[in-house]
């Protein structure tokens, strides 16, 4: 669904990604992990079209995007949850979660389906759907942001640290989502500085540092790797 080939971009002066190839497959969770400044963010960024990207590549569903808006992406389907959820003051759990159908073009019968499917996922955001979701705690936030994701029918679904801030109970159902998502065929990009807790859902995860990818492997190679943990940590 996704593949990144050899990116290059920077902000400003600074160079904040060399070479950095992904692929993210339908049906897999691919990690991104590295430390503060790795360059996880801006990998987000440039994929979904909010940060230019000098050289390389970016294809999604066989198709190359680089150069195209981030809103006409979103509507072919790469939906990226940014961090800090961005839910909308001032409005309900069910007008943010119809604002991602609306911003899609989904409507009518195909919404209300996709509004069900929701409920039934995060049973909480149906109790409370008049709230504002800004009144939300934050693990229901994070629930808020990722099924409003899936209001817009996404094919690949990026992630920029869903577990921060969060309960480790509401972590483990964040990701525990995830995982049923991809078994359903969704791809899923995933960045995360808690490795360990990414590398266990991961399908394949790359390690980035100074905006290079130094490390990949399956999430089970890399969870038994002594390099991850120099490389990570060093």
Known sequence: MIRVQNIFAHIGPNQILRDVSLQADSGQIVAVIGAN?????????????????DSGNVEFNGQSIIRRPAHL???MGLIHIP???QIIPGLSVLDNLMIGATNAGISGHESQSLLEQQW????????RQHIQGTALSGGEQQMLAVARGLMMRPKVLMLDEPSLGLAP?????????LNQLAAQGLAVVLVEQVAMLALEY????IVLRNGECVLQ??????????????????
Not at 43 to 50: D, V
Not at 227 to 233: A, M, S
């Open 83 to 85: 961090q800090g959820r």
């Open 169 to 177: 109970q509401v972590v483990r159902l964040i990701m525990e989502t």
């Open 202 to 205: 991961a399908h394949h995860a």
């Open 120 to 127: 039934e996922r995060f049973p909480i955001l149906q109790k």
């Open 73 to 75: 992406l979103s509507r």
């Open 37 to 53: 400044g790795a360059g996880k963010t801006s990998l987000l960024r440039a994929i979904s079209g909010l940060l230019p990207v």
């Open 217 to 234: 492997g399956t999430g089970q190679e890399l969870l038994q790797s002594k390099d991850l943990v120099n490389t990570y940590l060093g």
